[in-house]
């Protein structure tokens, strides 16, 4: 009889009455029916069970999460995978539990769902702000097709170190450009309304100093101060928060001594100072990993600590579940947080419309093909946008009628381009390079070869991947094909499956045996094009980067990587990606950015006595901005005159070659003195892309406000000194011409 009487009430919310009531008002007459467990069952998120994206924690068998779901103990899952399966799952929760409350069901749409988009560090390269919020619209619109409606995307964690693998997963090292593309990304997977079919909840993370981990490893401590928290690692937050993210993530990480997900004063800032009022979720297990960090005895203490730091929701460590309800009675947790974290999921059901059709998110099963994709076109575009040419002496763009060997590890690699991080498309349906030239060029006149295996095994998502590093077969062949051919294309680089979560790395070379063949192919064969796959900054030695004739970088270009890098490599369109993060010449010099304090000593001079380092240079193989076309791109001396409270800095820039290109034109700044603390060396302002035809020039104008100078004090307010600052309006970090004005 209660069962019956609870229902309906729970059903009244959703009615044509309540429909028109506000949220707050149907949240609360939901949670008003339900019992402190139910209230934490909220909290608790599992795994589906199929794909895992972590170590299965203790006692989550199967049987165990379902008497939990069918107990309404369980608010939302990840990973669960197809229409049917979503269906399935949300039918228990519906039909099955007490009070009948739909689940949200989340999965990490990095870059695409089946259709995939360069990895993120690439889409960053394009510098496009529409491009890469419509990718995370397709994203969306893919994923919500198959049931979905919460991405843990976008990672907006800015990294200076391109150990860390996951360094692919964000938009590089630049607090403006990863605030923009953090604002982007969360635009588009949310689109105008998060109750619209088509878009789901995004999700900042992690929050906060992930990049930071100490020597690239992954999971590492993080030390870092206020003053660099302030102005370099939360700006992109607070730009997804003022964007509208529905959900921020925890970072598995100690910050600054405490972990992010015991953190209270974290939380502090995020609910309370910056007014977050929508769910902060923790990390896979980050909950329970508190005890292995030495902050937490055992797993209810990490229960108590996660909730005490207004963690709403635990992934998978099974200790809200287990423990919040007694913490709660013992009077170690108080209820009106577990009330205040039931509210925020409630809400997020009623934003995102579950609460009014718990099923509205499963229209579209089916079979998915990567050429007949609705969204292929698009992710096309972007792989071609997002591609750095970082060195040419001319041979690019070929000729069709050149004979061309296509050659190396990635020549033919229809997985590799996909990158590690795609819970969810399938396996080897990149289109590869060699499918791409025989698209664009046609296959007279091209070998291909391979070369010796790049991988020892075969590789998976939770699994190391082996390199092959004496097994030299097929070196003679790809040698053979190279000398034979007028031009040797080598494809090289690292797997999609050495970066990524947990796959840091300590040297930054071509792995295996790619810097030999590359060496082997250079003693047969003068025009040698490098296509460089990586999911990181890579560093190639001298010797290579000197012989080769061109260096074109492709990333992980995603599921249409082929055919967008034949194009480029075939001149139908002209490269403009852009670096979004250093290229270091050695792993020494990390961490190395554009972004850097001078320092007491900056010299150069001929004593000993000024900061560098014996044996190399400080500047990098290539800086941040960075990037060529096929064109030649001039630009006149940067002018900056104030207008009224602002700044007019302008520079004409002018297409000087015979093809169309897309410019990316980039405005830094520097502020020469500041009490408030010092500044950059030069700092990122703003950029516009922009077309050039041949010939054309147009003057660039960048109206600049006290605002965008203000600097973030360690207490957190951001502030403006007025003094003397320079300008550069600039292809890249490292170039340019300055003007200065005295700003009263
Ligand atoms: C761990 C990762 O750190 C996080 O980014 C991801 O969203 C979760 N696993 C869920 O897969």
């Given at each position: 009889m209660k069962k019956v009487f609870l229902l309906s009430a729970v059903l009244v919310t959703a009615s044509a009455f309540a429909q028109k009531q506000p949220t707050a008002w149907r949240v609360d007459s939901v949670l008003q029916l339900m019992t402190l467990e139910e209230k934490v069952g909220q909290m608790n998120q599992y795994n589906g069970f199929w794909n895992a994206t972590g170590p299965a924690p203790e006692g989550g068998d199967a049987a165990t999460k379902y008497q939990h779901l069918r107990n309404g103990w369980v608010g939302s899952v990840l990973n669960v995978q197809g229409v049917e399966e979503v269906r399935a799952m949300q039918r228990v929760a519906v039909e099955e539990t007490r009070l009948g409350i739909p689940l949200i069901f989340g999965c990490d749409v990095i870059h695409g769902y089946k259709t995939l988009s360069p990895i993120p560090l690439a889409e960053a390269a394009s510098w496009d702000l529409e491009a890469i919020a419509k990718s995370a619209h397709n994203g969306a619109e893919e994923a919500t097709s198959y049931g979905l409606n919460w991405t843990f995307a976008p990672m907006v964690d800015i990294s200076r170190d391109p150990r860390w693998g996951r360094i692919?997963?964000?938009?590089?090292?630049?607090?403006?450009?990863?605030?923009?593309?953090?604002?982007?990304?969360?635009?588009?997977?949310?689109?105008?309304?998060?109750?619209?079919?088509?878009?789901?909840?995004?999700?900042?993370?992690?929050?906060a100093g992930y990049g930071f981990s100490e020597a690239g490893r992954d999971y590492n401590t993080v030390d870092v101060s206020d003053y660099?928290?302030?102005?370099?690692?939360?700006?992109?937050?607070?730009?997804?928060?003022?964007?509208?993210?529905?959900?921020?993530?925890?970072s598995f990480n100690t910050m600054n001594g405490i972990p992010a997900t015991g953190n209270q004063a974290l939380a502090e800032l995020l609910k309370e100072d910056w007014g977050f009022e929508g769910v902060l979720v923790s990390d896979w297990g980050s909950v329970g990993e508190m005890i292995a960090h030495g902050y937490a005895r055992n797993l209810k203490e990490a229960a108590e600590q996660a909730a005490n730091a207004r963690c709403d929701m635990d992934m998978e460590s099974l200790a809200y579940v287990q423990f919040l309800a007694s913490l709660v009675r013992e009077g170690k947790v108080s209820e009106s947080l577990v009330d205040d974290a039931a509210r925020r999921v409630l809400k997020l059901k009623f934003d995102l419309g579950l609460m009014d059709d718990p099923y509205r998110y499963c229209n579209r099963p089916g079979s998915w093909e990567p050429t007949t994709s609705p969204w292929a076109a698009d992710a096309q575009e972007l792989a071609e946008k997002s591609a750095v040419l970082l060195k040419n002496n001319g041979i690019l763009p070929l000729v069709k009628k050149q004979a061309i060997a296509l050659v190396g590890p990635m020549a033919q690699e229809k997985n590799s381009p996909l990158g590690n991080w795609r819970v969810s498309s399938d396996d080897f349906t990149a289109l590869s390079l060699y499918e791409g030239l025989v698209q664009v060029r046609g296959e007279k006149r091209m070998t291909v070869a391979s070369g010796p295996v790049f991988l020892k095994g075969p590789i998976s998502f939770p699994f190391e991947a082996e390199i092959n590093t004496t097994d030299t077969s097929g070196m003679h062949a790809v040698v053979k094909a190279a000398g034979e051919a007028e031009i040797a294309i080598l494809a090289v680089g690292e797997h999609g499956f050495h970066s990524g979560e947990a796959r840091s790395r300590m040297s930054l070379h071509l792995p295996g045996l790619q810097e030999q063949l590359i060496r082997e192919v250079l003693k047969v064969q003068e025009h040698v094009v490098l296509v460089l796959y990586a999911g990181r900054p890579m560093i190639l030695p001298d010797d290579i980067t000197e012989q080769v004739d061109a260096i074109l970088l492709a990333w992980?270009?995603?599921?249409?990587?082929?055919?967008?890098?034949?194009?480029?490599?075939?001149?139908?369109?002209?490269?403009?990606?852009?670096?979004?993060?250093?290229?270091?010449?050695?792993?020494?010099?990390?961490?190395?950015?554009?972004?850097?304090?001078?320092?007491?000593?900056?010299?150069?001079?001929?004593?000993?006595?000024?900061?560098?380092?014996?044996?190399?240079p400080n500047t990098p193989a290539y800086p941040f901005g960075y990037g060529l076309t096929y064109s030649t791109v001039t630009y006149a001396a940067t002018q900056v005159k104030q207008m009224g409270d602002s700044m007019a800095v302008t520079a004409l820039v002018k297409n000087e070659g015979k093809v169309a290109v897309d410019e990316v034109v980039q405005l830094y700044a520097r502020d020469h003195h500041s009490r408030l603390g010092v500044q950059p060396v030069r700092r990122l302002i703003g950029f516009q892309r922009v077309t050039l035809k041949p010939g054309e020039e147009r003057m660039m104008t960048f109206s600049v406000t006290a605002d965008q100078l203000s600097v973030a004090t360690s207490e957190g307010e951001r502030m403006f000194e007025p003094g003397t600052f320079s300008f550069w309006v600039a292809p890249h970090s490292a170039a340019g011409t300055s003007a200065s004005i005295d700003w009263k």
């Open positions: 692919m997963e964000g938009a590089g090292e630049d607090p403006y450009l990863g605030s923009r593309i953090a604002e982007a990304r969360v635009r588009g997977f949310q689109g105008e309304q998060l109750n619209d079919p088509r878009s789901m909840a995004a999700c900042a993370k992690h929050f660099t928290l302030y102005n370099v690692i939360y700006p992109p937050f607070q730009a997804a928060k003022k964007a509208g993210v529905a959900t921020f993530m925890n992980q270009p995603g599921t249409m990587g082929g055919p967008a890098i034949a194009n480029l490599l075939m001149g139908k369109r002209s490269p403009s990606g852009r670096l979004p993060v250093t290229f270091p010449r050695s792993e020494g010099q990390i961490p190395l950015y554009y972004g850097a304090y001078t320092t007491g000593r900056p010299g150069p001079s001929d004593a000993v006595f000024w900061s560098h380092y014996g044996d190399g």
